[in-house]
């Protein structure tokens, strides 16, 4: 599988993104899809997944309402929708891929990575 993000940019504060990432290979459909980021000097970080029966999961510390990830399996694509994005939320951020049918949270629990897309959001 390989993946390709993109959807990144620079936007003030209160403005919207939406991260797109489109994989490659015949497993995407029975994938779990997640989005992760890094902010300079620290951990990567969930952000959110979903199943590939569009169960999801986010990290309600990162998301707080704002956030919200779907999928297509038609068009082997998974959005993150950014709402009211923060200075904070200033990262890279990276779509993953798991050959599994249960939903995660855990970087290692992800088979495949993207190579990220950089959000910078000014105050």
């Known amino acids: 599988v390989q993946l390709q993000a993109s959807g990144g940019g620079l936007v003030q504060a209160g403005g919207s993104l939406r991260l797109s990432c489109v994989a490659s290979?015949?497993?995407?459909?029975?994938?779990?899809m997640g989005w992760f980021r890094q902010a300079p000097g620290k951990e990567r970080e969930f952000v959110a997944a979903?199943?590939?029966?569009?169960?999801?999961?986010n990290n309600a510390d990162v998301v707080k309402g704002r956030f919200t990830i779907s999928r297509d399996n038609a068009k082997n694509t998974v959005y993150l929708q950014m709402n009211n994005l923060k200075p904070e939320d200033t990262a890279i951020y990276y779509c993953?891929?798991?050959?599994?049918?249960?939903?995660?949270?855990?970087?290692?629990?992800?088979?495949?990575w993207g190579q990220g897309t950089q959000v910078t959001v000014s105050s």
């Open positions: 979903v199943s590939w029966i569009a169960v999801s999961q």
């Open positions: 993953a891929a798991g050959i599994r049918a249960t939903i995660a949270s855990r970087a290692e629990d992800y088979d495949y």
């Open positions: 290979g015949r497993t995407f459909s029975r994938s779990i």
